[in-house]
């Protein structure tokens, strides 16, 4: 297998949003659900038998590192084919994550005219896979530990089991991690990683993968009561009346452009919270002090991203769970503006509910409004949009224009089963440009270049 894995881009039309007539596709790629990383030292299969090193769900986190690199993040591996309910069918697939080539190019055969004619081509190439770990020792479960721990070298997987029952879930010395969200620091040599888990917030080395800092988040997103499985009387979703829901943690996390701080958003309320009110966290990345504000789901199931537009602006990714991969027609995939800078600070409120001052909020983009103005089925849009970042800017015509990358999570299955048969799921990528007058307060982050030459990490 070729270590640079060129997209298939689909003919598509140019599209107008609903909310902002100059948001426009450019480009559509993909990456292949059957291709391997680059990380050969774990291709063996793992308990499901899956081959351990499968390039899938890369649209879990999308975070923009300068020039025309991304850092694509995967969650917490394979777990569709049934195994073993008591660990949720979750495997030993060690948590890494990808870094991508997104250049983009001008179609040399662009035809304003012609249906389906693209202005730009998207190439998506993998050039490293680095995978994760801790130099502290972390709780495993019954042979849940991976052959490839050192002394100082602990790695991180997504298997359910993986924690110390005597602590809460927001024990930072825990194995078991599933990974959402993730940016970039300013200087380039940190990613940040949000956890379902935890839920937690960590900081791990770009050049290493290795964990240098973890963010502790109140003890009210915390449930007491683990388990490596979630439903049945015993299961972890009964056994617990309040924190994160199981499985819906922190999905989405932000970095200011100044980066000083991480901002996360919740997928689903906390159990204590009325449903639909979603709770946004901030954490100062030098102190780790928090703060919260409450956020109300307009029509979708739940969040799964912040990017942000400056210091104080971001945009959330609403949305549910139908489309491809669901075998079903999408219907809310949404991007809204918000601003936290007027926004009440919630975190001393027990339960947020319609009492709560909440975060205001605007329509930016309809994804799927987008998508099928310019050809693509509902049945054809992603179920699990879950990744959004701001890319470098590209001309168009005479303008100079922002870019807006969406990805998906393809759920690691090369295939997704429809009402007509099996077909392609793979990692989708839409690039989007806006134009300056739709986001005028736009702040770039500016991330120094890092250059490093090995293409299997940590």
């Known amino acids: ?213 973890s963010f502790k988040l109140p003890d009210h997103f915390a449930v007491t009561n683990l388990r490596s499985f979630e439903k049945n009387a015993d299961g972890e979703i009964a056994m617990n009346t309040a924190g994160r829901t199981s499985n819906k943690g922190m999905e989405g996390l932000a970095i200011t452009p100044d980066g000083l701080t991480l901002v996360g958003v919740m997928q689903a309320n906390l159990i204590q919270d009325t449903k639909k009110y979603i709770r946004i966290v901030t954490i100062d990345i030098a102190t780790g002090t928090t703060h919260e504000y409450a956020y109300l789901l307009t029509d979708g199931s739940g969040l799964s991203e912040i990017v942000a537009i400056n210091n104080h602006e971001f945009l959330v990714d609403e949305r549910d769970g139908a489309g491809l991969g669901d075998g079903s027609a999408a219907v809310v995939k949404k991007l809204f503006k918000i601003d936290l800078a007027t926004a009440t600070d919630v975190s001393a409120v027990t339960k947020i509910d319609a009492t709560t001052p909440l975060v205001a909020k605007t329509l930016f983009l309809d994804v799927v409004a987008a998508l099928t103005a310019n050809g693509i089925s509902a049945t054809e849009v992603p179920a699990k949009i879950e990744a959004v970042a701001f890319g470098p800017d590209v001309r168009m015509g005479n303008k100079i224009k922002h870019t807006l990358f969406i990805a998906n999570d393809n759920d690691f299955l090369p295939t997704a089963v429809t009402p007509t048969g099996a077909v392609a799921n793979p990692n989708k990528f839409f690039v989007f440009t806006v134009d300056k007058t739709d986001l005028p307060t736009f702040v770039p982050q500016k991330i120094a270049p890092l250059l490093i030459d090995k293409h299997d990490r940590g």
């Not at 994760?132 to 991180?156: D, E, F, H, R």
């Not at 839920?199 to 964990?211: E, H, I, K, M």
């Open 1 to 213: 297998m070729t270590k640079k894995l060129l997209s298939c881009v689909l003919p598509l039309l140019m599209a107008t949003s609903v909310a902002h007539a100059e948001i426009k596709l450019i480009a559509v790629g993909q990456v292949d659900g059957s291709y391997r990383d680059l990380s050969v030292r774990t291709a063996a299969p793992l308990e499901n038998g899956t081959i351990g090193n499968i390039l899938g769900g890369v649209g879990s986190g999308l975070a923009y590192a300068g020039g025309n690199i991304f850092i694509a993040l995967p969650d917490r591996g394979p777990n569709a084919t049934a195994y073993d309910a008591t660990r949720d069918d979750t495997t030993s697939y060690i948590n890494r994550f990808q870094t991508f080539d997104l250049s983009l190019s001008a179609n040399p055969n662009y035809n304003a005219a012609v249906v389906g004619s693209m202005p730009f081509l998207l190439s998506p190439q993998l050039t490293a896979t680095t995978l994760l770990s801790s130099a502290a020792q972390l709780n495993y479960g019954v042979n849940g530990a991976p052959k490839w721990n050192t002394a100082s070298k602990n790695y991180y997987t997504g298997r359910s089991d993986g924690f110390n029952p005597a602590l809460n879930s927001t024990n930072p010395n825990n194995a078991r991690l599933d990974p959402e969200g993730v940016r970039v620091s300013n200087d380039g040599k940190s990613v940040f990683i949000s956890d379902e888990y935890g839920p937690y917030v960590y900081q791990f080395s770009r050049a290493t993968g290795q964990l240098i800092k």
